[in-house]
């Protein structure tokens, strides 16, 4: 397979291959410029969590996140990439650390920006402490880095979309690229339901999953400032157009989102579902927003939605 | 301590603290005479988009208003687990409040979480780890995630989980294990008068620069986390 696909012509496996469906490393090697990427404490190094062992679950190499620097559209740019499918991409010690070190970097460096692939249900429990305190360090480390003059792009897609901390890390982005299959919440379907009962989540009902907490709720919310077709193409052309238009952070920026934020709890607070809040929104016929193909959703957001970019 | 004896013994000289629905706000003259915007969360409430966004408020407010440091008392639940605050967009709402909470202390407003009950995941990193020091009181308990919750996600029952929550301090719920993360700085003497131990801490107040890795190491929690986040500084930094 892999032998195959090396014969196929670069723009054509970018056009072709699906984000969600793509392994951290192949999203990291589509996304920048053909062969341009350096990684930073790869694999060979087996730089593995001391903590997995505990609970007799296997390790990896990476600890299930790829960072490192290389070049989009000629110019540098710095990227981190969770990977999903270990651990549901859950932030622990080594996985956390990896992107507070880069973040710290891009402070210091100020003109490189940061790409951040989000693949995560958050807290990675079997290391809860170190990871919680991970997190932590990212969002002091990626405010700071805006403070300084660095953009950070969040792009998200995965399987495993953005829960927990993972959420929060994304909110402090200075915007965010989303597709279809990429949710952004904090607190997951299923510990909403374990914690509050079935009556007020149900986590097995998909379309109730995908309406609260997908992308197209967070593109129309304006949580997610694009959203975009899942593959590695539409992807990079999306961090492309958003590293264009983000400005400099600073406290205007914060104040605009408190409003922001304020005004989506009056218009909304009162909403009991996803439908409710995009009819509240003008839109017609509201119930068909998730069979909308990506085209028609693109263009009906980009005629109601809300951006958020110059206030988050 | 209750939140009234906290208050009482942190300013003798008097406060205006207020806890409204389990939103703590108000503002206090320090021993130096500054003034400090006191904030937080108490009886163990969740913290979901309501409670975050006066707390944002409240901060922003004093940004523009006042000065001297910002202390921020927690014994909340964790994030509220609820469709409608994740309907309305909880991450961008617990995002804010911790972003407020960090421009505050780069900007001249040191920023101190005082850890006094109980707090967890979302609540916990909007609240008390957005600050640049986290004191803890003893018997707070500080956890990442309730155990049944920890349960469904892991797929390990209960029992197991309790079992291993004795023997690990990278897993198991505590201030003390918080402590050997890095995560809370320091724990403070409840016998003392709790305005002499601000006024030490405000006296010794860290730079501002995240430590809490290298405090880590240094108290064995976290053995790790210090030296990757280096390495990959100074791999990023040689691409320049």
Same mark, same amino acid.
């Given at each position: 397979m892999t032998a195959l696909l090396r014969h196929v012509a670069p723009a054509e496996r970018i056009s072709s291959t699906s984000f969600s469906e793509a392994s951290a490393r192949t999203r990291v090697e589509l996304l920048? +410029?053909? *062969?341009?990427f350096v990684e930073f404490i *790869?694999? @060979?190094?087996? @730089?593995?969590?001391?903590?997995l062992r505990i609970f007799d679950l296997p390790e990896q190499f990476d600890d299930g996140i790829v960072v490192g620097h290389g070049r989009l559209d000629g110019s540098p740019v710095f990227i981190a990439a969770q990977e999903g499918r270990f651990m549901g991409g859950a932030f622990g010690e080594v996985h956390g650390a990896k992107l507070t070190g880069l973040l710290r970097a891009a402070r210091q460096i100020r003109s490189t920006p940061v790409l951040v692939l989000f693949d995560t249900g958050g807290v990675r429990l079997q290391e809860a402490n170190a990871g919680e305190l991970a997190i932590a360090e990212i969002m002091r480390a990626l405010m700071e880095a805006r403070t300084a003059g660095v953009k950070v792009i969040g792009l998200i897609g995965g399987r495993s979309g953005c829960y927990g901390g993972g959420g929060l890390i994304a909110g402090c982005c200075s915007a965010l690229a989303v597709s279809e299959p990429g949710r952004i919440a904090v607190s997951g379907p299923e510990v909403i339901e374990t914690n509050r009962g079935v009556e007020e989540f +149900?986590?097995?009902d998909r379309a109730l999953v995908w309406r609260t907490m997908g992308g197209k709720h967070r593109r129309l919310l304006g949580a997610a400032d694009v959203f975009t077709d899942d593959t590695m193409q539409d992807f990079r052309e999306a961090a492309l157009d958003l590293l264009g238009l983000v400005g400099t952070f600073g406290l205007d920026k914060l104040k605009a989102e408190q409003m922001r934020l304020g005004d989506r709890l009056r218009r909304? *607070?009162?909403?009991? +579902?996803a439908v409710d809040i995009w009819t509240a929104d003008g839109i017609a016929h509201a119930e068909t927003v998730p069979e909308l193909s990506a085209d028609q959703f693109i263009a009906l957001a980009n005629r109601i939605g809300r951006t958020s970019r110059d206030a988050r | 301590m209750t939140l009234d004896n906290i208050l009482a013994s942190l300013f003798p000289d008097g406060h205006d603290v207020r806890n409204v629905n389990g939103v703590i706000f108000g503002s206090a003259m320090l021993r130096s005479g500054a003034r400090t915007l006191v904030i937080g969360v108490a009886d163990r409430t969740a913290v979901g988009v309501d409670e975050a966004i006066r707390l944002s408020g409240h901060v922003l407010d004093s940004l523009d208003q006042g000065s001297g440091p910002i202390l921020i008392l927690v014994d909340s639940d964790s994030q509220r687990m609820s469709k409608r605050d994740e309907l309305l967009g909880l991450n961008e709402f617990l995002s804010h409040l911790a972003k407020v909470l960090i421009y505050a202390d780069i900007n001249g407003r040191p920023t101190i979480g005082l850890l006094y009950g109980h707090s967890a995941a979302g609540a916990l990193l909007a609240t008390?780890?957005?600050?640049?020091v986290l004191v803890g009181l003893p018997g707070a308990d500080p956890a990442v995630m309730d155990l049944p919750s920890m349960a469904k996600v892991t797929k390990l029952s209960i029992e197991t989980l309790q079992e291993k929550a004795k023997s690990t301090p990278v897993f198991a719920p505590g201030l003390s294990n918080l402590a050997r993360m890095g995560a809370v700085h320091v724990v403070w003497n409840n016998a003392a008068p709790l305005a002499d131990q601000m006024e030490a801490l405000l006296a010794d107040m860290p730079a501002v620069h995240d430590r809490r890795d290298a405090l880590g190491k240094e108290r064995g929690g976290r053995l790790k986390a210090a030296d990757i986040a280096e390495r990959v500084r100074e791999l990023a930094l040689q691409t320049r």
């Open positions: 920048l +410029d053909p *062969g341009s *790869g694999p @060979e190094k087996r @730089e593995i969590s001391p903590h +149900d986590s097995r909304f *607070g009162a909403c009991e +579902d | 008390g780890l957005a600050t640049r």
